[in-house]
Each structure stands twice: as structure tokens, then as C-alpha cells.
């Protein structure tokens, strides 16, 4: 049995994933926190967060990095920590250097910050001649408009450190590039009161359908490709996850060369020992990496990948932390599509409730109605923090299970009890 410390972590799907994960496969957990209160706000009503049955619940500054790693190195010395682990995307390079510093399993740490860098992934891609957008990173204004003419409209505004496609625009001309620097430049601190890049990202607009490769590589050892999954984007001019299917509806041939692609780009960043999500965009001219991820997919992509091939991710995930093989056969689970729909809000006011949430749950094939309770206070979504909810079908036919989800979607109908004022970024 091995003992993991935890290291924050995201309070969505994940932060049950992976405590769940860990229990099934007979190890135990201290979790340690900045913040035990945001954890305790995202608990159902009347559940206790699963991130809380850890063994031990610790608080710690866990932003200031050289104290935290001599805390936890006394802390070592006492609990006795076989692996180190976190689910949440801000704290994947501390998660790295605490298990170098303290001898564990886990990713080089520059490898880790390095993909968590939108502007560092970008070079190092570039410098391994691993297919990317034409990209410029600016520090001012005057940087930013001359790079948007250079690169030229339409094109996307990126944030270099954030994560659920926060602030990520697509701009067609400067008064809108204007607009989403000036919103970018307005939010200096994230969700866990770290200070933010003043770096910009633009890139070229890439028009190809998105899909994601889920991989999982260990100790040098050949990088294990588990799937590839379909992504939907929507939203405009943001760029919402609006749904995903597993496997994707790919040949063969153009399957291989994007989870070649997704290879080559971990090989080029210098990432192993880590279960990763690599985004794709499928351009005529070939693949074309749109960003690296060094931890499992979210928004329920690995239970698409869980219902299809019976492969645990989150358990994938825990097994590397420890250093050891994790599971990666796949077994024939009846499944042969699995996909997953995210309800959007269309308007801003206080939420009343879902007509057709019965019918919903009670559909063929669903194995999963999420909803978000009455009398929340939403807006027009601006990214992946804005889901109403969620929907996961599988179907015993390959490709099928997006119509599924589809079909049930379009019978969920939001009722608003009173407007609201429209909102912007979370």
C-alpha cells in the first residue's frame, strides 16, 4: 500500500477521480491545502468531500514554493510519502519539485513548468520542429498590436498561465484585440491567489476539427497511447468545451498522426513518468499542437475512455506518482462509444431549475446527469467554468454515443426565476 501526498487540487470531477482512484487500488492520501474552505464550498449539500477522507488534512502556504519544500521535506520524515500527486494544473510543477526533492517518483520539474507555460511550450515545440499555429508572445500593448499585424486577422488571444480556456478570445480586428488585452490585463492574480504572467500569446486561428491524445508514459519506456478523443468547441469568440466523444470518429491513418504528433510534442518538452492530454487541431496541412497538459483530461474524458476500454486514468495516474506499472490493457467492456455534453447557460439570471431533467435520466444509454442546483446566479458562458451540467452516454456502437448525448441535451431546458446582469470572466 502506498502513502501519496496530495497536493491541492481541482474541486470538479477530478477531485473525486483521483480519491477514489487511490481507495480502489488499496493506497492512502494526506491532502494539503492553502485553503481547506475551498473545499468544504464545493461539497455537495449534506456530503462530505471526498478529498477530505484523506488520512491526514494539512494546511500549508502552498504558493510560497522554497518554504513549502522544506516543510514538506520535515513532513516527509514523519509520514513516510511513497509518491506525490495533483489534479490541479497551477500546482503541477510544485507537485514536481516536492518529488524531486524528496527522491519520489514523478516528471523532471522543468519539463513540468515548461509545459505549463503556454509561451515556454510554444518554443520548445518550435525549437523541435513539432507543428504548431504561427504564435507571437508580447509583454506590452504596443507588442501585442504589432504581432497581431504580423500574424494577421483573425487570430487568439491567450493567457500564458490559465487554464479552462479563461480569456482565450478569438479577435478579428485590433479595437477587439484592444478589448481582450485590456480584460486579460485586469485580472493579475488567478483562482489560487498566485500573481499572473503579464505575457500575451497570439496565434494563429487554427480552423480544424480539435481532438485530444491521452497518453501515459513511465521510466523512459515507449510512451503507451491510450486513445484519442473527439473534442466540440464552441462558444465564440470564446472557445468553450462544449463536448467530447471516445474514441474519436477518425481513420486510422489520421488517427496515427495525431497521436504521433502528441508524441513527438511530449518527447520535444521532455515530459515521462506522467499521464498527459495533448490537444490537437487537425489542419489540411497535418496535425497541429494547440497545448500540452501533464496530468489526466478533464471534463469527464477519462470516464469516456474508463467506459470504452475499461483504462483508468485517474488509477493510471496514481500508479506513476508511485512508480509503479499501471494497468493499461484494455477489456472488452460492451461499450464501444462513450461521449459527454456540457449544458450552457443562454442568458444571465438566478437559475429555477431543468425542465426535462426526468426524461433526461431516465434515457437509453445515460450513465451520467449532472445539474447544477436552483437558485445559482449564472451568465452567458465565457469558458469551462460555466457549465449548467453535464450528460454521458455510451452507445454499443462505434460513434454513437454523440447523437445520444445530443438528443438528451436538447430536451434539457434551463428556467430562470429573475434576470441578472450579464457577467464577465470567471
Known sequence: MGHLLVIESWV????RLLPRAIGEAGHRFTFLTRDLHH?????????????LSAENILT????????????????HSVLDFDGVLTSCDYYLPTAARIADRLGLPGPAPQAVETACSKDATRRALEAADVPGPRYAVCQD??????AATRIGYPLVVKPVDLCAGMYVRQVADEQQLAAAYKALS???????????????????LLTGPEVSVETVSRRGSACHVVGVTDKSVGGSPAFIE???MFPAGLDRRTAALAADTAVAALRALGLDDVVAHTEIK??????????????PAGNRITELVRHVTGVDLPGAAVEVALGRPPALTPRDTGVRSAAVGFLLPDQAGELAGFDGAEEAAAADGVRELTLADPGRTVRPATSNNDYLGHVLAVD???????????????GLRPRYATPGPAGGDA
Do not use: C, I, K
Open 12 to 15: 470538479g470531477a477530478m477531485s
Open 39 to 51: 473545499y468544504l464550498r464545493s461539497a455537495p449539500t449534506g456530503a462530505t468531500h471526498p478529498l
Open 60 to 75: 500549508a502556504e502552498t504558493n510560497d514554493v522554497p518554504a513549502l519544500l522544506d516543510h514538506v521535506e520535515r513532513m
Open 141 to 146: 500593448w504596443p507588442a501585442v498590436a504589432g
Open 186 to 204: 485586469d485580472f493579475p492574480v488567478n483562482a489560487r491567489g498566485q500573481r499572473r504572467s503579464p505575457a500575451v500569446l497570439l496565434e494563429e
Open 242 to 244: 462544449t463536448g467530447h
Open 282 to 295: 487537425l489542419e489540411e496541412s497535418g496535425p497541429r499542437v494547440v497545448e500540452v497538459n501533464p496530468r
Open 396 to 410: 454499443a456502437e462505434e460513434g454513437a454515443a454523440r447523437d445520444r448525448v445530443a438528443a438528451v441535451l436538447a
